[in-house]
């Protein structure tokens, strides 16, 4: 893996992963009081607003206490950004480590993908914080529903191949008899 030894590598993931795993459960309680009648997947729903033309309904169901758990919830989004890509890009060179040499250079992009993946959830980020600042929906809510589409494409593209990755290199392990 390049600069990263195999105890640096454990390390970090250890610490990555102990940092995440709370940060998620609060992610998941400040977004149980985000889910209302048009946001039923609480951050999510507001992710894809422009796309349903639902901002409005969504901010006025949510009031100024859902707005506060949403700008909570989005700050602390730039926390978990940072674990959960840190995770993904680990796993991702971790897995290319094993590899086979044609597989290697394609995993590591893939693992560049996750990156990118990262910079589109701080961006989405961003236009969510300055809609719910201005209340004003162009173009904060068209700019982060492209950037969360374009997120969840990449995560999922990266974690399938981190999937179809780790499978094959187990696969490809040499087996103890």
């Excluded at 409005?56 to 890509?85: E, K, N, P, T």
Aim: some cysteine; glycine content about 8%; proline content about 2%.
């Amino acid at each position: 893996m390049d600069d990263l030894s195999g105890r640096h590598f454990a390390w970090l993931w250890r610490g990555l992963l102990l940092l995440f795993v709370p940060v998620l459960v609060a992610m998941r309680l400040i977004d149980g009081g985000l889910q209302t009648s048009s946001t039923a997947h609480g951050i999510v729903s507001f992710e894809f607003c422009a796309f349903s033309a639902s901002c409005a309904a969504q901010l006025q169901d949510w009031g100024v206490r859902g707005q506060q758990l949403a700008m909570l919830s989005l700050g602390l989004d730039y926390l978990f950004i940072v674990l959960y890509v840190g995770l993904l890009w680990l796993a991702l060179m971790g897995v290319a480590a094993l590899q086979s040499g044609k597989w290697q250079p394609l995993t590591r992009l893939v693992a560049h993908l996750a990156l990118l993946a990262g910079l589109a959830d701080a961006l989405e980020n961003y236009a969510l914080i300055q809609l719910l600042l201005s209340q004003s929906f162009d173009p904060f809510a068209l700019l982060a529903a492209l950037c969360a589409s374009l997120k969840f494409a990449l995560l999922a593209f990266s974690f399938s191949w981190l999937l179809v990755g780790a499978g094959q290199a187990w696969r490809s392990k040499p087996r103890r008899r």
